[in-house]
Structures are given as C-alpha cells and as structure tokens.
C-alpha cells in the first residue's frame, strides 16, 4: 500500500492499528456515566458524590474504578478554595492573640493592677472538672475561680464576673489593670476579648509553648494538685467543694515564704497600706 510506504508502517501493524481501533474502550460506557454527572455536578464532584449519584440511578460502581475512569479521562476536580480576603477577615474579627506585655516582670507590688489566669483539669471518678482561675501576681490571692464539667466559654466568663463581683474589687479598681494568659481558645475568643474592653482590663499573653511567660498560676496549680485530695472524689459537687475549701484555706491561712511569711490576704492588705 502506498500509504503504508510513505508511513513507513508495515501492512500488518496498518491492519493491527485498524482492528483496534474499532474496538470500542471498555470503560467508555461507564465513563459516559460518570462524565454526565461530572458535568452536571460543574466539575466540582469528587469520587465519592459520583458514587452516591451513580447509586442513585441504580449503578454501583467500585470508588477505585471511579477514580481510575475520572483519571484516565483527565476529569479533574476543581477544588474549591477559600477567599484569602475572608479568611484574613475572620481571623481579625474572630480570636486574637496580644503581646507578651507582662513580659515576666512577676515582681509586683501593687494589688489589683496584674492578674494571671488559666485553666487546668482536675480529674476524679474517670471523669474530669475544669478550674478556671484569676490570681493577683502582687499578692498571690485568688480574686476568682470557677469550675465546671465542660470547656465551654462561659467557664473563663464565670470567673471574669467572680472577678468583678469580688467585694475587695470594683470595675473602677479594674481599670487599666493587665491579665496575662496563654494563647488558648477561651483568651482569644471576641467574646472574652470584649468583655475585657469593656471593663478597660489590658491583655497579655505568653508566647507560645513558654508556659514560664505564666509562672504565677502554674505555680498555684502545681501546689493544688499536690495540697488537694481530689480523686477520691466520686461526684461534681463533692469536687466543688473541696475546691472551695482550699481556696479559702490557700488565701487566708497557706502562709507563704516568698510573702514574707504571710498568707496571701494578709499580704495584700500589707502592701495596700504601703501604697
């Protein structure tokens, strides 16, 4: 055959070649399935919508097969991105983080003017309660506390209106005043954040995975759990009150060395006479 010549094919690769190609692709049935709902789905279905939708219509069709034919016929998915203007967008309106403004200057001298705060989880009966506490850095005091059997927001906000309620403390008092933090979801959720706004509190907050940037609490914590007896407890209530006890032992009566010896109410009222 001439053409074959000018080709330069040989006759039977020629008629090898013809045969084939009028055999219909085994996979083109199903593709023209999968295609239909690709199409219809605007190229955005994965391998798994085609699934659904194929079973739909009474085909089941194996996911490795799907992703082969979607392969094989360059049927790619378009993949939905976010906008990166809205996500800057929610992360400023959402939770922020502040700088380290404490910067560990745990010396204070002044009560009510920097407080440090923080959650930890106290565990009893197989189960866990969460304690939320705002300690005054001058005085070591415990200004609020608040405990509960879930991680929910109203934990940290409980114990922000423990701190306003206090009856050694007034909104006025709080003004200006600094609470340093880490850099958990609750210090940074607008909710919080807000609150503090409106109460003219400064936020700090520890760089992250220094939890020395927060001494004070972590210190308090590490002498509660070594001071309290907490997992013989069997019930919430009997945990919340053995809580409550030791913070009115550990303010008024837990004498302290770095306190001059004194508990932490007592200290406080020593350096407010100072003042």
């Given at each position: 055959?001439?053409?074959?010549?000018?080709?330069?094919?040989?006759r039977?690769?020629?008629?090898?070649w013809?045969?084939n190609?009028?055999?219909?692709d085994k996979d083109?049935?199903?593709?023209?399935?999968?295609n239909?709902?690709?199409?219809r789905?605007?190229?955005?279905?994965?391998?798994?919508?085609?699934?659904?939708?194929?079973?739909?219509?009474?085909?089941?069709?194996n996911?490795?097969?799907?992703?082969?034919?979607?392969?094989?016929?360059?049927?790619?998915?378009?993949?939905?991105r976010?906008?990166?203007?809205?996500?800057?967008?929610?992360k400023?309106?959402?939770?922020?983080?502040?700088?380290?403004k404490?910067?560990?200057k745990?010396d204070?001298l002044?009560?009510?003017?920097?407080?440090?705060?923080?959650?930890?989880?106290?565990?009893?009966n197989?189960r866990?309660a969460?304690?939320?506490?705002?300690?005054?850095i001058?005085?070591?005091?415990?200004?609020?506390?608040?405990?509960?059997?879930h991680l929910?927001?109203?934990?940290v906000m409980?114990t922000i209106?423990?701190?306003?309620n206090?009856?050694?403390?007034s909104?006025?008092?709080?003004?200006g005043?600094?609470?340093?933090?880490?850099?958990?979801?609750?210090?940074?959720?607008?909710?919080?954040?807000k609150?503090?706004?409106?109460?003219?509190?400064?936020?700090?907050?520890?760089?992250?995975g220094?939890?020395i940037d927060?001494?004070p609490?972590?210190?308090?914590?590490?002498?509660l759990?070594?001071?309290?007896?907490?997992?013989?407890?069997?019930?919430?209530?009997e945990?919340?009150?053995?809580?409550?006890?030791?913070?009115?032992?550990?303010n008024?009566?837990?004498?302290?060395?770095?306190?001059?010896?004194?508990t932490?109410?007592?200290?406080?009222?020593h350096?407010?006479?100072?003042?």
């Open positions: 055959m001439l053409l074959c010549q000018i080709a330069d094919v040989s039977s690769g020629y008629y090898r013809l045969k190609s009028n055999i219909r083109y049935d199903d593709y023209l399935q999968i239909e709902i690709f199409l789905g605007k190229s955005k279905f994965g391998w798994r919508t085609i699934q659904m939708k194929l079973s739909e219509i009474g085909v089941i069709m996911h490795k097969k799907i992703i082969r034919i979607k392969q094989k016929y360059n049927l790619l998915t378009k993949i939905r976010q906008n990166p203007y809205k996500m800057l967008m929610r400023s309106l959402q939770h922020r983080t502040f700088k380290n404490l910067n560990r745990f204070q002044i009560p009510f003017t920097t407080f440090s705060t923080d959650i930890t989880y106290i565990p009893y197989y866990f969460y304690l939320s506490v705002i300690k005054d001058a005085s070591g005091e415990v200004v609020a506390w608040s405990l509960s059997k929910e927001m109203n934990l409980d209106d423990q701190m306003k206090n009856p050694n403390l909104t006025c008092r709080l003004k005043a600094m609470i340093h933090s880490d850099q958990g979801f609750h210090y940074t959720n607008p909710i919080y954040i609150e503090l706004r409106k109460l003219n509190i400064i936020q700090s907050m520890s760089r992250k220094n939890c927060n001494a609490i972590e210190s308090f914590f590490g002498h759990k070594d001071d309290v007896d907490y997992e013989k407890c069997k019930t919430f209530n945990i919340h009150s053995l809580i409550a006890n030791y913070m009115k032992y550990y008024n009566e837990r004498q302290q060395w770095n306190l001059k010896k004194m932490p109410v007592n200290y406080r009222n350096l407010l006479t100072a003042v």
